[in-house]
């Protein structure tokens, strides 16, 4: 078993982080500067603040803790466009204020020179007096967090295939030097009818390190953080992909790999506890699916998948030889053979490997 113990620093920057950030709930934050007046009708148009003023805002989208998102045109190209503005100065001490911009619009210059089908594109980012706002390409569809619900789970085939193109999307953008640090259900944008596929929210996560929110807020979904992430330590691209494996765990199963009510034991058990084999909440799944979803989960980095484009080939191989389908690019013959090389180095009980659980399954949620 591959996990980091209680012992060393690892466990003590892990306990550090913990300590005033218990509570990740934060009440409906109250209008911005600019928003609409609330009584006004849902289709109407209303010109934004100063340093908005390419884009007429339209009807809310959605908001959260931190952000506001609004559908808005751009007035120069008449394009449709999210406009998402988050506020800074409400989260964020005024000591930290200046860094977080800083690091705000460095990282949204990084995540506009992103060019690749399956990651939402960056239009544009800017400040507004001191918070901050982010244009970015309008997307169809649904977020993947409704296809996390027992009775709602997309067939099985699907989810791989979700699986391939993120982690190739991922590889292009940690080939750029862009880590995610937020991959997650709701940060990714399904468009059944269409085949369209984005992953958002590039570097927001980031706005964090080294910061403490006012509300205590933990900036990126601790559920789906790896070991070293909410450690606080240095990530890098297998941070994303131990995230991609939860996010398509979840996917599969309709359950988290591992959850509790106290944020401290949760963090406790990410770090140290392997995640049980996910046959042991759908039985029917491929054990070639459940190998690849145990590396990709597991606790040391240098275990896990090193890149995106090894993990997209093994679940293409999955497809192919457990799911019965073509993958999406045609691969040479002697592919097939070397498709596991990464995750049958390891196997069920070695060492680094997560074991398998002998609990008894539960009926599945939902056939593939």
Do not use: C
Request: charged share 20%; hydrophobic share 40%.
């Amino acid at each position: 078993m591959a996990s980091s113990g209680k012992s060393g620093g690892f466990w003590q920057r892990l306990v550090g982080r913990v300590a005033g950030a218990t509570d990740t709930t934060t009440d409906a934050p109250s209008a911005l500067p600019g928003d609409p007046p609330p009584d006004a009708p849902a289709t109407s148009q209303y010109s934004g603040p100063a340093g908005l003023q390419d884009y007429a805002l339209g009807p809310e989208l959605g908001r959260g803790a931190m952000a506001v998102v609004y559908k808005a045109t751009q007035r120069s190209t008449g394009r449709q466009v999210a406009i998402k503005r988050l506020a800074l100065s409400r989260e964020f001490s005024t000591e930290d204020l200046a860094d977080v911009r800083e690091r705000f619009m460095r990282e949204a210059r990084a995540a506009r020179a992103l060019d690749h089908p399956d990651i939402l594109h960056v239009v544009d980012a800017g400040q507004d007096g001191s918070d901050a706002w982010i244009a970015l390409e309008y997307a169809l569809g649904r977020d993947l967090s409704v296809f996390t619900r027992p009775g709602q789970l997309l067939p099985v085939r699907e989810v791989v295939q979700i699986g391939v193109r993120l982690a190739r999307a991922l590889a292009y953008a940690h080939s750029q030097g862009v880590i995610h640090r937020d991959i997650k259900p709701a940060n990714v944008m399904l468009d059944r009818i269409n085949g369209g596929l984005k992953l958002m929210d590039f570097g927001i996560a980031r706005l964090g390190d080294g910061s403490r929110t006012r509300t205590g807020l933990v900036l990126g979904t601790p559920s789906f953080m790896s070991p070293e992430q909410l450690a606080g330590l240095t990530v890098d691209g297998r941070s994303d992909l131990y995230s991609l494996g939860v996010l398509l765990y979840q996917l599969l199963s309709g359950a988290l790999p591992h959850h509790s009510d106290s944020m401290a034991r949760l963090m406790q058990l990410i770090a140290t506890e392997p995640a049980p084999d996910v046959r042991t909440l759908r039985p029917e799944l491929p054990e070639s699916l459940a190998l690849v979803l145990a590396l990709a989960l597991e606790k040391r980095p240098e275990l896990r998948y090193s890149g995106g484009e090894q993990m997209a080939r093994d679940l293409e191989a999955v497809l192919v030889m457990a799911l019965q389908t073509e993958p999406r690019v045609p691969e040479p013959a002697s592919h097939a053979d070397a498709a596991f090389a990464q995750t049958l180095r390891l196997t069920a009980g070695e060492a680094g490997q997560n074991p398998r659980s002998s609990a008894e399954p539960p009926e599945p949620s939902q056939a593939p």
